[in-house]
């Protein structure tokens, strides 16, 4: 039977049937394509995420720290990735085995980690921080559930307690928190950037999409510090400061050509590298933040005037007997009466009632101007937290007698860096130089503070300061010339001086025909027996400037011979 | 007309190849490359870490004290030292 005849064709069917069933097709298609259209082109982006999110990721780009090198390029502070340990104590699933091994891995015992895993927090605990990377990858192929990982950084300082006031160091998430790491953290920090790829079913990146956010690799910082000379000044300060049983100590080397700072420590120190049991005197770089009344160090500022003005000459005589001198209610005393001197000799004898006398006839207000000028009484910028100003109270309130005793470094404070830079205007020819923490390859000019003569005058008489016969033999050096000043003061304490507490100092440059480095040393309360400036803080400064030089290869100025001492019992005591 | 047709077609199932495989290519040279760009970035880190332990152990206060130690070495003092003149090259 053909298929035309079969009887099932027979009946014939009113025509709107057929039409209704085409009219329930068509309607059917235009809401399809209308609800295409719809997802297509008006409500595109939710299906557009669902189609990314099953191949497109995010992904973070680490970026490091910058390090800090020394002048020659040595590493000082490098950040270096480490890996923690976190867990989810509730997903924890651990067999003893694996307890055991993990035990081992971390070097932890095994009940710490049962503690840590049983601790209050149920839905995070650190189990380990900063671990090598090495160990991560031996504890993450336990593939221990509930688990996790994360990368962080770490900074570790390979100077140690060496370095540790100039570099400071970072806090949590590698942020500066002292020192060079704070006052130069923008530059130093990283910033992480992130980018968009496409991964595969392997988790191979196949596709670049874009990038985010670019990431910034710190920048590194390349400071003005030598580390050979930085080490012998933190090793000999701290064999002084041991020596004299000591309550701290501070050491400061400047270039003079360039106003660069070589070297700079402090005792008491701390390893940066193992903060546990830090307490805020070992974080105190005191060469920068603290002020102290320096002494005599200061009468070549006021001589320095005198000549500078043509008050007085080298030569001038002034009469120094008997030994003190009453202005108003005060005596100005010196240790050991000194009779009818010259004005060289004031500073090599270090003569108190010489140098109140040289102060009282020039006018209050020259004197604060050139102190002013060395930069006392302003912090020197650098950068570095907490700098001290010092302190230069207004001339217009000074006393006669206050005008006297600044002269010899009383009534008037400074940093041991201030006190340093200001001997930079006797190293070069009356220019006062810039500081720099960061390395510096020409020559700096400076800002004229005194005349190129008088500032020969002085180096010449701090030259005979510390031969026999001035107050700091034991600063000399075989083979250069020196050129140096002795401080002696006593401490301030409760509004007074007090009686038996001293602060020794000693600054000074060579080798004196051309000045190359500037060294300043303070020693706070000396109390071995010794305390003037010329036994406890000359030697120190000696034997960082007989290495210094050497390690820079200055060319000696001065024959080979061994230095000439005073005979036992005839040393110049300064007067305190 | 129709032999067109068929050239055409023969070549645009071609580049429909060509475009296949260069995509792939491409992915796995990206593959390759991000291999090689993670391999610096382990590199630049163990260069940190050496550079470190450089540092740590070329420290002048150990290089002194182990010389002082085992050696028995010292610097010598300016008294047992002499400065020669370099002569002009």
Redesign the interface.
């Known amino acids: 039977m053909k298929f035309a005849e079969s009887p099932v064709l027979a009946p014939r069917f009113p025509l709107w049937r057929s039409r209704f069933v085409l009219a329930l097709f068509a309607v059917g298609f235009a809401v399809l394509a209308g609800r295409a259209v719809y997802l297509q082109a008006f409500n595109d982006e939710f299906l557009q995420a669902k189609g990314e999110s099953r191949y497109s990721r995010v992904i973070e780009i680490p970026a490091?720290r910058g390090?800090i090198l020394d002048r020659n390029g040595?590493?000082?502070a490098?950040?270096?990735?480490v890996k923690s340990i976190w867990a989810i104590p509730d997903d924890v699933v651990m067999n003893a085995q694996q307890l055991g091994r993990l035990a081992e891995l971390l070097e932890m015992p095994k009940d710490e980690i049962r503690k840590r895993l049983a601790g209050a927090e149920r839905d995070f605990t650190y189990v380990k921080r900063q671990i090598p990377?090495a160990t991560a990858d031996a504890v993450a192929a336990l593939k221990v559930p509930g688990l996790h990982q994360s990368r962080e950084y770490r900074r570790?300082y390979?100077?140690?307690e060496?370095m540790a006031h100039v570099l400071g160091f970072t806090g949590a998430a590698d942020v500066g928190q002292e020192g060079i790491e704070l006052a130069y953290q923008a530059h130093l920090a990283g910033k992480p950037g992130s980018r968009r790829v496409i991964k595969?079913r392997l988790g191979?990146?196949?596709?670049?999409v874009g990038s985010i956010r670019e990431a910034q690799e710190g920048k590194d910082v390349r400071l003005a510090l030598d580390?050979?000379i930085q080490?012998?000044a933190?090793?000999q300060l701290r064999a002084t400061v041991e020596q004299h049983r000591a309550r701290g100590g501070g050491i400061v080397v400047l270039d003079a050509s360039t106003g660069e700072i070589l070297a700079l420590a402090n005792l008491p120190a701390y390893n940066p590298n193992n903060r546990a049991k830090l307490v805020g005197s070992q974080l105190r770089n005191r060469a920068v933040t603290d002020e102290f009344e320096p002494g005599s160090t200061l009468k070549p500022f006021t001589v320095a005037l005198a000549l500078d003005r043509g008050k007085v000459k080298p030569t001038t005589v002034i009469q120094t007997a008997p030994g003190s001198l009453t202005i108003g209610s005060a005596t100005i005393r010196d240790a050991h009466p000194g009779g009818a001197m010259t004005v060289e000799q004031v500073i090599q004898k270090s003569s108190n009632v010489g140098s109140a006398k040289i102060a009282l006839g020039l006018p209050p207000a020259e004197m604060w101007e050139l102190f002013a000028d060395v930069g006392f009484g302003t912090a020197p910028r650098l950068g570095f937290p907490g700098e001290a100003n010092g302190k230069l109270r207004p001339f217009k309130t000074w006393k006669p007698v206050e005008q006297a005793t600044m002269s010899y470094g009383h009534g008037i404070a400074v940093s041991l860096l201030q006190l340093a830079r200001a001997y930079t205007i006797f190293a070069r020819d009356g220019e006062l130089a810039p500081l720099s923490l960061l390395r510096v390859d020409m020559p700096v000019a400076g800002r004229t503070v005194l005349s190129p003569a008088t500032a020969r005058d002085v180096r010449r008489m701090l030259e005979m300061a510390v031969q026999p016969g001035g107050t700091a033999p034991l600063a000399q050096?075989?083979?250069y010339r020196v050129a140096g000043k002795t401080g002696t003061a006593h401490k301030l304490e409760h509004g007074g001086y007090a009686p038996d507490k001293y602060v020794s100092s000693f600054v000074g440059f060579a080798p004196a025909s051309q000045p190359r480095l500037v060294i300043a040393v303070m020693i706070d309360e000396p109390s071995a027996g010794k305390y003037y400036g010329g036994q406890v803080a000359a030697p120190l400064f000696a034997k960082v400037m007989?290495?210094s030089l050497?390690a820079l290869g200055v060319?000696?100025d001065a024959p080979?011979k061994?230095v000439e001492l005073p005979p036992a019992g005839a040393e110049v005591k300064e007067s305190v | 007309m129709t032999r067109l047709s068929l050239l055409l077609l023969a070549a645009l199932a071609l580049c429909a190849v060509g475009l296949v495989t260069s995509q792939h290519q491409a992915r796995k040279l990206f593959v390759e490359l991000e291999r090689e760009h993670a391999r610096a970035r382990a590199l630049d880190v163990e260069w940190g870490q050496l550079q470190l332990e450089l540092s740590t152990w070329g420290l002048h206060s150990r290089v002194e004290r182990l010389a002082a130690a085992r050696l028995g070495l010292r610097a010598p003092d300016a008294r047992r030292t002499r400065i020669v003149e370099h002569p002009a090259p």
Not at chain 1, 78 to 81: N, Y
């Open positions: 490091n390090r040595e590493a000082l490098v950040s270096t990735p990377p570790y390979p100077g140690g060496v595969d191979h990146i196949v596709e670049d580390s050979r080490s012998l933190y090793g050096i075989m083979g007989e290495g050497r060319p000696p080979m061994p």
